[in-house]
C-alpha cells in the first residue's frame, strides 16, 4: 500500500497485506495469510507466522518471532517472542488471551 516500506531481503509470502505507512526492514519474514496493519514497525530479522495479524501502529523489536496465528494488538510494542494462538496487548505486549476460532 501507499508509503510502505520493504527493506533488502524482507520474504514476503503469499496473501499478504502490508498496510499504508508499514514498515518492514531488512531480513523479515512474513508467511502466508499474513497482515501487517497501517503504521507497524517490523525490525531487522523479525519472522511473522502464517496467519497472524499485526494491529496499526504496534512495533517489533529485531529478531523478534511472532508464531502462527496471533494478534499483536494495536500499539503494542513487542519485545519478546510470542507463542502460536495468542492475543497480545499493552506496552510492554502481554498475553491477553488464547486466539481460539
Known amino acids: 500500500m501507499a508509503g510502505a516500506i520493504i527493506n533488502a531481503d524482507a ?7 502490508i498496510n499504508t505507512g508499514a514498515i518492514v526492514e531488512h531480513d523479515c519474514c512474513l508467511g ?14 523479525v519472522r511473522i ?20 496465528n ?8 513487542v519485545v519478546r517472542d510470542v507463542p502460536d494462538d495468542v492475543v497480545v496487548v499493552g506496552v510492554p505486549a502481554r498475553l491477553l488471551r488464547e486466539n481460539t476460532p
Open 70 to 77: 496471533s494478534i499483536v494488538g494495536a500499539g503494542a510494542s
Open 49 to 68: 507466522g502464517d496467519g497472524s495479524h499485526v494491529g496499526v501502529g504496534a512495533s517489533i523489536r529485531q529478531g523478534v518471532k511472532i508464531g502462527c
Open 32 to 45: 502466508n495469510h499474513t497482515h501487517i496493519a497501517t503504521g507497524a514497525l517490523l525490525a531487522g530479522g
Open 11 to 17: 520474504q514476503i509470502g503469499d496473501n499478504v497485506i
